[in-house]
T-cell receptor
């Protein structure tokens, strides 16, 4: 596609519910990133994939967060037993190459509100 | 370590200039600049690479002082469309993971 596509755009979850957020990166992009953005803050790194391999998950805040990219294209971020502090915008981004200094393109994000 | 951006907010009249700064305590490979409008994706503006190479937007310029680990974004003759929050993302090398600052909010009024 023309850009990074994320769905759903908006999600309201009851506390304790599981959610799944989908990211469709730009076609052919090797690298895929997930970021979390709280209101009024900059994006914070969650996890990174190079093709299907998850090379860095150091930013995932707890074991309730899980991400996968099984075929090296579409990725899903899953949050189990959601808590109110999980409310944020979840941004997906992709980059053509795996090396440093390459442009990273962001999607519009999935806005998660936990009530 | 999160880079530090300054100022936190800027209010300009159309046509005025602005400078946004970004500094890091770590040695950097590159600095990436983005602009984000409310409810929208961060939009890529510029990359500055160690060694001086620049890639980016024709109407916006930036500098990267490798010795001081600082970058500045220069917005000249600002337009209404420049309004938004500007983020710098710093990369220490390896595989492009960016660490973002807290952002600088820019408002351009007519």
């Amino acid at each position: 596609g023309a850009g990074v596509s994320q769905s759903p755009r908006y999600k309201v979850a009851k506390r304790g519910q599981d959610v799944a957020l989908r990211c469709d990166p730009i076609s052919g992009h090797v690298s895929l990133f997930w970021y979390q953005q709280a209101l009024g803050q900059g994006p914070e790194f969650l996890t990174y994939f190079q093709n299907e391999a998850q090379l860095d998950k150091s930013g995932l805040p707890s074991d309730r967060f899980f991400a996968e990219r099984p075929e090296g294209s579409v990725s899903t971020l899953k949050i189990q037993r959601t808590q109110q502090e999980d409310s944020a915008v979840y941004l997906c981004a992709s980059s053509l190459y795996q090396s440093s200094g390459n442009t990273i393109y962001f999607g519009e994000g999935s806005w998660l509100t936990v009530v | 370590q999160q880079p530090v951006q300054s100022p936190q907010a800027v209010i300009l009249r159309e046509g005025e200039d602005a400078v946004i700064n970004c500094s890091s305590s770590k040695a950097l490979y590159s600095v990436h600049w983005y602009r984000q409008k409310h409810g929208e994706a961060p939009v890529f503006l510029m990359i500055l690479l160690k060694g001086g190479e620049q890639k980016g937007h024709e109407k916006i310029s930036a500098s990267f002082n490798e010795k001081k680990q600082q970058s500045s974004l220069y917005l000249t003759a600002s337009q209404l469309s420049y309004s938004g929050t500007y983020f710098c993302g710093t990369e220490i090398g390896g595989y492009s993971t960016l660490t973002f600052g807290k952002g600088t909010m820019l408002l351009v009024s007519p």
